[in-house]
Nanobody, 132 residues
Framework: QLHAVESGGGLVQPGGSLRLSCAASGFTLGSYGIGWFRQAPGKEREGVSCISRSGGRTNYADSVKGRFTISRDNARNTVYLQMNNLKPEDTAVYYC?????????????????????????WGQGTQVTISS
């Protein structure tokens, strides 16, 4: 079964940092644009960040700009989300999702990256809790 696998979540205090990882199971992550999403209890899922297949293009939700950084290492088949200066409102289950791209430079374009239905594979999610 093809799916993404997230790791790196946990409990940290406000102002702390976490690095989430997204790996691929059964497919090559380097052929996909990758999006990170999150969903807090009682709230709708929201797009957090994305990165194009080559890594040359990234986007961020306004709520995380300047605090989160997305990157990828295609040789390791992994995408990362570095989260700094975490706030209680960042508490959520974080998911990564893979969007197949025929172009080596495709993915993570404009506002369309936040549409969850464009992604082919999703992970099970990793819990991030920010609390003192």
């Amino acid at each position: 079964q093809l799916h993404a696998v997230e790791s790196g979540g946990g409990l940290v205090q406000p102002g702390g940092s976490l690095r989430l990882s997204c790996a691929a199971s059964g497919f090559t992550l380097g052929s996909y644009g990758i999006g990170w999403f999150r969903q807090a209890p009682g709230k709708e899922r929201e797009g957090v960040s994305c990165i194009s297949r080559s890594g040359g293009r990234t986007n961020y939700a306004d709520s995380v700009k300047g605090r989160f950084t997305i990157s990828r290492d295609n040789a390791r088949n992994t995408v990362y989300l570095q989260m700094n200066n975490l706030k209680p409102e960042d508490t959520a289950v974080y998911y990564c999702a893979a969007d197949f791209q025929t172009s080596p430079f495709g993915g993570c374009i404009g506002g369309s990256w936040q549409a969850g239905d464009k992604y082919d594979y999703w992970g099970q999610g990793t819990q991030v809790t920010i609390s003192s």
